[in-house]
């Protein structure tokens, strides 16, 4: 398993992996591990775990390595992210020390309030990238493995949008070469993770591996690709709150959304370029779900605020401010105000996991490009060209327990119900 960005959220992810193994934590919060799948009717009673119907890897199958701008290995950085508590820490210390990241590729041009000395050289970006498959190479012959994943859970890069060098794999590579500033670090990692054959997630909001030249050359190479910007917080409840909103057609004229966070992401955010990234996937999701087009009485003026404020003293317990302006019947007034405290890398390491659980089991059914069943965990679901994303959380579920019904060859669900009345 290769993760770009040894941080909160990859110590955490790992960390609680190998504590699972050793049985002192439960993996809460994980599908894969915890989830059960309905298979046939209701009157069946067959509702087996995920992982009973189909065939994930294995726990203990898991091997670690990554990338960072600091060198200190997984013990030291998950001590400076502080995340976990000290007591789980030192259970699983022996296998944390003995992950080190190996140098990464940066450029503090996409990050602005970051830099590290842990830092790869290369005269171009091709280079850069080579250098990245020689690792990707190395680490998979060192440790014995049949398989890779590659998650990117670095920062936010800056505010992207597609350009021509984006359009084609010829075009990007001519990019590569030229060290055209379109191409961020992110990119040189789906680069060559999808040249390796090796399927790719973005867990940031940042333009990565969702341009048309690497879905063109995903399908070449048979990698599958998700994405992007994990939903762990208030995006979150935003999509288990509206969609009932929307069920019940109550109308929302305004929703503000305000956060405070003290970790490295909130430091990273705390640039106005980087949040313009996670400004524009924090706010798309509430434009899909409530349609406005087709219910303009009800949202087409919804005016919706997102703020993220850098906030030291928190770390990495972000804290979510939410206040819903809905109207009813006859157009009354209402409000819903919601206070989520939560803790952002406890929420978005499962999420790690799955999702590198899910694009290996895709990989193996012979499924590559773009796999929007996995948009169940994104703020930003990556698909097709001529669709529109799916945000609503209860029909992501939906799409993504089909496609496992789907794998096994069992009827898919779609909750009709006739057959228990006719």
């Known amino acids: ?77 998950a001590k400076t992210a502080g995340v976990l508590e000290p007591t789980l820490l030192e259970q699983v210390r022996p296998e944390l020390e003995k992950i080190r990241p190996w140098p990464a590729v940066f450029d ?25 498959m020689a690792d990707i190479q190395k680490f998979k012959k060192d440790n014995d493995l049949d398989r890779l994943v590659m998650i990117w859970a670095g920062s936010t890069e800056i505010y992207m949008t597609e350009s021509e060098v984006h359009q084609s794999m010829a075009s990007f590579e001519r990019g ?46 048979k990698s599958p690709i998700a994405g992007k910007d994990m939903k762990t917080g208030q995006t979150l409840i935003k ?3 509206a969609p009932g909103l929307k ?32 400004e524009e996937t924090k706010k798309s999701a509430l434009d899909y779900i409530f349609q406005p087009h087709l219910y303009p009485d009800l949202y087409k003026d919804l005016c919706h605020v997102v703020r993220i404020n850098y906030y030291p003293p928190r770390g990495d317990n972000k804290e979510g401010w939410d206040n819903i302006d809905i109207v009813g019947w ?11 405290l939560c803790r952002d890398s406890i929420l978005a390491a499962p999420i790690v996991l799955d999702v590198a659980l899910f694009l290996d089991l895709a990989k193996r059914a012979g499924m590559s490009g773009i796999q929007e069943w996995l948009s169940f965990y994104f703020k930003a679901p990556v698909h097709a060209p001529n669709l529109y994303p799916e945000h609503d959380l209860f029909i992501q579920l939906m799409k993504l327990k089909n496609t496992l019904r789907y794998f096994k060859g069992e009827d898919l669900i779609t909750h009709l119900g006739r057959e228990y009345y006719d």
């Not at 909160?8 to 439960?26: C, D, E, L, Q």
């Not at 996409?110 to 000395?117: A, E, F, N």
């Not at 993770?193 to 048309?212: M, Q």
């Not at 929302?252 to 990234?277: A, C, H, M, Q």
């Open 1 to 77: 398993m290769l993760l770009v960005g040894l941080g909160a959220v990859s110590t955490t992810f790992i960390a609680g992996v190998i504590a699972i193994r050793k049985g002192i934590a439960k993996p809460i919060g994980s599908l894969t591990q915890m989830g059960h799948i309905r298979l046939g009717k209701r009157t069946e009673g067959r509702s087996p775990m995920i992982n009973e119907v189909v065939p994930l890897a294995a726990l203990d199958d898991l091997v670690f390595g990554g990338w960072d701008i600091f060198a200190e290995d997984c013990y030291r950085a």
């Open 108 to 132: 503090q041009h996409y990050v602005k309030r970051l830099d590290g000395p842990n830092v790869k050289k290369g005269k171009t970006k091709r280079d850069l990238a080579e250098q990245v």
């Open 176 to 221: 590569l070469e030229a060290n055209d500033p379109a191409i961020p670090p992110s990119m040189v990692y789906a680069y060559a993770a999808i040249r390796e054959g090796i399927p790719y997630a973005n867990a940031a909001p940042n333009l990565s591996a969702d341009i048309p030249a690497l879905v063109e050359l995903a399908s070449h190479t």
């Open 239 to 241: 999509t288990i709150i």
């Open 247 to 278: 069920a019940r057609l109550l109308g929302v004229n305004g929703w503000y959304s305000t956060n405070i966070l003290g970790n490295r992401d909130g430091e990273v955010l705390d640039d106005p370029e980087s949040f313009k990234t996670k």
């Open 330 to 340: 006859l157009g009354y007034p209402m409000q819903l105000k919601i206070n989520f």
